[in-house]
């Protein structure tokens, strides 16, 4: 009976649009206050799903919490709403504020160099005078994945002892989320930069005209060539945090492929306006202290 009816709600939400199928664990079910609808937050891409309100409706979907499911929706102009929940049997873990070694993520392509420059757009551009460039990276990579569904990655460049002894510069490395669109790779620097750029004419940014930054996998290269070069870069998933995540992942195995809650806490806190625009966040945990 109680299935029956749920069925009949969703064919009644159903229309002529987009279509689409999502495959989640439902993080909570909540009333909204505007809207006679239920909101579905869906832990895999952050989004919140929509449908029709009623004690049925959520108390169904609460006993899904946990679950992998696949949320099937139609789009109606800027919402998402849920046509149908089907569970399924997937054994890859979801929930991307839990970290799973098993987890295997696609790089997501955003299509045009447009979209690219459309998202550069969305970014604040933080606080430079108060704020470190790997807590900057990280808002802007969990913005792109919370707000837009985007799985990016980012850029490091390592300067060696011997860059540092020469310069007697200030900073030993600096990072910045990159996004994919038609196979090319962005960064998005926005603190530093104008516009999107390669990865290439970013390392120029940062380096003098002439000078080779390698790209390197593992950190060891980075601390065993002290002397014999300037510079390296690195490309890592977008959840990693600072260069002891990297190091930690490379010589102890400590794979990081999720968000950490107290992390986005403390980094948050790189720009303007973070304790209106990023309330969501938080939840009176302290912070990390650097």
């Known amino acids: 009976m109680l299935r029956g009816l749920i069925a009949m709600v969703f064919m009644l939400c159903a229309f002529q649009a987009l279509a689409g199928e999502t495959i989640t664990t439902i993080a909570t079910v909540v009333d909204s206050l505007k809207t006679k609808s239920l909101l579905i937050l869906s832990s895999s891409d952050g989004r919140v799903y929509k449908t029709a309100q009623s004690d049925e409706m959520k108390k169904y979907l609460e006993s899904l919490k946990g679950q992998s499911v696949v949320l099937k929706w139609t789009e109606e102009g800027k919402d998402l709403v849920v046509t149908g929940v089907e569970v399924t049997r997937s054994s890859q ?10 987890r295997s993520t696609e790089i997501t392509d955003v299509g045009s160099e447009a979209e690219v420059t459309r ?23 969990f913005e792109m994945w919370s707000r837009e569904a985007i799985v990016g990655q980012k850029v490091f460049i390592f300067y060696s002892k011997r860059y540092i002894q020469l310069e007697e510069f200030d900073w030993w490395f600096h990072v910045a989320p990159v996004v994919t669109a038609g196979g090319v790779e962005y960064v998005m620097d926005k ?5 999107p750029v390669t990865v290439a004419e970013w390392k120029k940014k940062f380096m003098k005209e002439g000078i080779t930054c390698p790209i390197i996998e593992n950190y060891n290269q980075y601390e065993s060539q002290p002397w014999n070069r300037l510079c390296f870069l690195m490309k890592t998933p977008m959840w990693i945090f600072r260069p002891l995540d990297i190091r930690n992942r490379d010589e102890k195995g400590e794979i990081k492929n999720g968000w950490d809650l107290m992390e986005l806490q403390d980094a948050r806190r790189a720009f303007k306006g973070w304790e209106d625009n990023f309330e969501a966040l938080d939840t009176g945990s302290r912070t990390i202290n650097h």
């Open 93 to 102: 873990a979801i929930n991307f504020f839990e970290s799973d070694p098993n």
């Open 119 to 141: 998202l550069f757009a969305l970014q604040n551009d933080g606080d430079k005078s108060r704020s470190q460039c790997f807590k900057r990276a990280h808002m802007w990579a």
């Open 191 to 195: 603190t530093f930069l104008k516009k």
